[in-house]
């Protein structure tokens, strides 16, 4: 009788095993793409790979989602110790891309350090403010929107953002060098002001903070860098 009840016991144990493994099993259909439960990462694409279809539709008229949610367990962070980080190169590639397929620009050259973009590039227009302001907004839509963009339509200084592409912000006098770099960019267009609280190159006008930032065209008087 003891043994007819221990084989029972084990073939439930058995059954409940084989259950969960097919749950698993399927589950693993599903969250193949990210390993996470439902519960801790919401991930949209997993559910919506191609998008609706929509007559001409492409990967690239679908929109994104993602959904993320704090772990229950104290001190698991879900892999955020391995956020990406902002690639100056690649956003520089990327504006660099972006501004040759604007009208008249024929070859453009792009510096991103630690809180300015650079542009220099080359172009054949009538309209040279409205072609600055077109290059300067596509450069504002690729890097975070505490940057400052700098353009200028002269070839020639090109060689001069060039000499910083194999510096970093930790080089010698590097901020002094960058900025007599931007005050002979500033002798060219710049565009439209951004709005009433932001100039030409999207520095705050008048900003509570002005002496943590390094401006140049504010409105208020621009502090003495100190150690910088």
């Given at each position: 009788m003891k043994r007819s009840w221990l084989a029972v016991?084990?073939?439930?144990?058995?059954?409940?095993?084989?259950?969960?493994?097919?749950a698993q099993d399927e589950n693993t259909n599903?969250?193949?793409?990210?390993?996470?439960?439902?519960?801790?990462?919401?991930?949209?694409?997993?559910?919506?790979?191609?998008?609706?279809p929509n007559g001409d539709d492409t990967p690239l008229n679908n929109f994104g989602y993602v959904r993320h949610q704090k772990s229950p367990t104290l001190g698991d962070v879900n892999g955020y110790n391995n956020m990406p980080s902002?690639?100056?190169?690649?956003?520089?590639?990327?504006?660099?891309?972006?501004?040759?397929?604007?009208?008249?620009?024929?070859?453009?050259?792009?510096?991103?350090?630690d809180e300015e973009v650079l542009v220099v590039y080359d172009a054949d227009t009538n309209n040279r403010e409205q072609t600055a302001d077109q290059v300067k907004k596509t450069a504002l839509s690729v890097v975070p929107r505490y940057y400052h963009v700098y353009v200028a339509?002269?070839?020639?200084?090109?060689k001069d953002i060039e000499r910083f592409?194999?510096?970093?912000?930790?080089?010698?006098?590097?901020?002094?060098?960058?900025?007599?770099?931007?005050?002979?960019?500033?002798?060219?267009?710049?565009?439209?002001?951004?709005?009433?609280?932001?100039n030409e190159n999207g520095e705050m006008i008048n900003e509570t903070n002005d002496e943590?930032?390094?401006d140049f065209r504010d409105g208020t008087p621009r502090p003495t860098p100190k150690g910088r």
């Open positions: 016991a084990f073939g439930t144990a058995v059954a409940l095993a084989g259950c969960a493994q097919t599903v969250y193949k793409r990210s390993g996470n439960t439902i519960n801790v990462t919401d991930r949209n694409e997993l559910y919506n790979k191609k998008g609706v902002f690639n100056r190169e690649q956003a520089a590639d990327i504006i660099s891309k972006l501004c040759t397929q604007l009208p008249n620009i024929k070859d453009v050259a792009t510096l991103v350090t339509d002269n070839p020639q200084l090109m592409g194999r510096l970093d912000s930790n080089a010698r006098n590097i901020d002094q060098l960058l900025d007599a770099t931007i005050q002979q960019m500033l002798k060219y267009p710049q565009g439209k002001k951004l709005n009433d609280g932001e943590l930032d390094r």
